[in-house]
């Protein structure tokens, strides 16, 4: 984590150091009686089923506040042999399920029994209610019956080969101009960390895609708005404080803080230059195709100029939230096994060397062998490793052999990277790198959601599937990649990030 990240997490705990912040915290939580022995200790809410008693007295809570929910994933895992366990956080139930069946049950729920954020007025520690007060409202806490639309809407843009072909040439000469950028005029360049190359590439994108801004991602505004954001959306303390603060009732529920508040100021200022960049890009180009942003917000009742949509208005806010990242962790993991299988990048090669690269049919459907590397960073790495659900209404788990209730308020974490990697599912292979998978007609049965499942999975796939592999050859037919550092491992943090920065050296190929 770097510094401003760090910073930017005590500033949302109001400046206090750490230790002192979980004493305190622990310390508040007690006097108010929301600790009770009863509830950490070990009441028995699911009977029958594993529970993650942790530590003496406090149970799982310091391996929550002090880890993080990766960590105490991989415990309730360890110990839910029949997929499922759970633990007591608080006042809080959080199940894990890491059964395939169970878990596409969980996320097949409509949302008047599982929904992202729950009740607000039982207001569950869900961290999308973190990223509602960062962000606002957007397609992610949507419930109701605009929501189908918006998917659609979404889909119609993103998610259709026919728009992706409209946005290849874009999408390839931003990916080009950037690979540029790594060496400048020389030949051989040493790049400190690629993800932020691959990052400063997807903001690029974004930028010129939505406002006609291809500049979007100069002073590293956005890259730095994006990485709070996602950092404290996948942070229990905001929830810790946010619950806190409910109970003085020093704040309205499922409004921002004052210090989230400040992060939104800076929220709209960014809004607010792409929105002039828009305005310019039109005033001066009033017969090109509508830029995306202005195309979104046409399709939900938008004029041709002046104010965005609510819709598109709130997805300029969620683009802050998702999709840089995750185009750029995409890129970096896949440099990084290309870099350990030396093999596959030979096959890669070959495939990238003998197609038109220019040509959208050529990349989005003649390359089986990347779409398959892919695939498979996709299953090792899944960007979104994990997603929970917050029960609404009592309901019993079907899929599981023993009988499970799951009752409103808890909290249903759901791992997809067990999902992707565990022996149980794949095989002795699990963890190894192996393209060859998803070459052919290859096993469907699988448990593979790196872009979620069932009513509520990711509505840009196409897009990021196409961007990242766009990005991915362009940087290898430029370029001699050699990744510096072989023992990168995976960090659980909100996204699946790596240990250490990834360090590479680039010499352009001819
Ligand atoms: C590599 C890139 C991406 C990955 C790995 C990814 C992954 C995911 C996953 C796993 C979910 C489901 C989360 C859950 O189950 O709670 C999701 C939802 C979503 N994704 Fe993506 N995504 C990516 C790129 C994008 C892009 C480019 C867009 C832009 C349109 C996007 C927009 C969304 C939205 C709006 C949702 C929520 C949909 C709903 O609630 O109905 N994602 N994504
Ligand atoms: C990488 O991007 C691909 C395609 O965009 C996506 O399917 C996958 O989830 C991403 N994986 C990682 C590790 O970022
Ligand atoms: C918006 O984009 C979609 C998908 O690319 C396209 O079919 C539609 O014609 C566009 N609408 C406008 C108003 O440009
Ligand atoms: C997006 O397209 C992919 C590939 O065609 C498909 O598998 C997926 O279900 C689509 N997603 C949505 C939300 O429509």
């Known amino acids: 984590m770097d510094t401003t990240l760090r910073e930017a997490l005590q500033e949302s705990m109001g400046s206090i150091s750490h230790s002192i912040a979980v004493t305190a915290a622990l310390g508040l939580l007690m006097i108010l009686g929301l600790v009770t022995f009863r509830s950490v200790m070990s009441e028995i809410v699911l009977p029958g089923i594993p529970q993650f008693k942790g530590v003496p007295i406090l149970g799982a809570m310091p391996i929550y506040f002090k880890h993080g929910m990766p960590q105490l994933l991989g415990s309730l895992i360890a110990i839910g042999e029949d997929g499922i366990s759970y633990a007591n956080v608080v006042n809080n139930v959080l199940v894990s399920v890491h059964d395939p069946a169970m878990v596409k049950e969980v996320l097949s729920y409509p949302e008047e029994i599982a929904s992202r954020e729950g009740d607000i007025g039982r207001m569950s520690w869900s961290p999308f209610w973190t990223l509602r007060r960062l962000i606002g409202e957007s397609l992610f806490n949507y419930v109701g019956p605009d929501t189908s639309h918006h998917r ?53 994108l974004w930028g010129e895609t939505l406002y006609g801004n291809p500049h979007h991602y100069i002073g590293g505004r956005v890259l730095d708005l994006s990485e709070t ?75 041709r100029t002046g104010p965005l949509s609510k819709f598109a208005a709130e997805f300029t806010n969620l683009n802050l939230f998702g999709g840089h990242h995750s185009i750029g962790l995409n890129v970096t993991w896949s440099l990084i096994e290309l870099d350990n299988n030396p093999e596959c990048l030979k096959k890669l090669m070959a495939e990238i060397d003998s197609v038109d690269t220019n040509d959208f049919t050529s990349v989005n459907s003649k390359m089986p062998y990347l779409d398959a590397i892919i695939m498979e960073i996709n299953r090792l790495h899944p960007t979104v490793h994990a997603t929970l659900r917050v029960i609404n209404r009592e309901t019993k788990l079907t899929a599981s052999k023993k009988p499970v209730v799951l009752k409103p308020g808890m909290l249903i974490y759901l791992s997809y990277l067990h999902l992707h990697t565990s022996p149980e599912f794949w095989g002795p292979d699990s963890y190894k790198f192996m393209p060859e998978r998803f070459l052919g007609n290859y096993d469907k049965s699988k448990p ?54 990834v360090a590479v050296k680039v010499s352009h190929r001819f």
Not at 183 to 190: F, M, P, R
Not at 257 to 262: M, P
């Open 152 to 204: 659609n809407v979404f889909i119609r843009e993103f998610n259709s080969t026919k728009s992706n072909a409209e946005k290849f040439s874009t999408i390839s000469q931003i990916a080009q101009e950037h690979a540029n950028m790594l060496t400048g005029q020389a030949k051989v360049a040493e790049v400190d960390n690629i993800r932020y190359s691959a990052d400063n590439f997807a903001i690029a």
């Open 229 to 303: 954001i996602i950092t404290l959306a996948g942070n229990p303390w905001p929830s810790v404080w946010y619950s806190i603060q409910l109970f003085f009732k020093m704040v309205t529920p499922g409004e921002p803080t004052r210090t989230e508040a400040k992060l939104r100021e800076k929220v709209a200022k960014v809004i607010e230059a792409n929105f002039e960049k828009l305005e310019a890009y039109e005033k001066a180009n009033p017969d090109a195709p509508l830029k995306t942003i202005r195309n979104l917000s046409v399709m939900t009742g938008g004029g």
């Open 448 to 501: 593979f959601m790196s872009f979620g499942y069932g009513p509520r999975n990711c509505v840009g796939y196409k897009f990021a599937t196409l961007a990242a592999k766009v990005y991915l050859l362009t940087l290898l037919k430029t370029y001699d990649l050699q990744v510096k550092e072989h023992d990168h491992e995976m960090k659980l943090g909100t996204l699946l990030e790596t240990t250490k920065p």
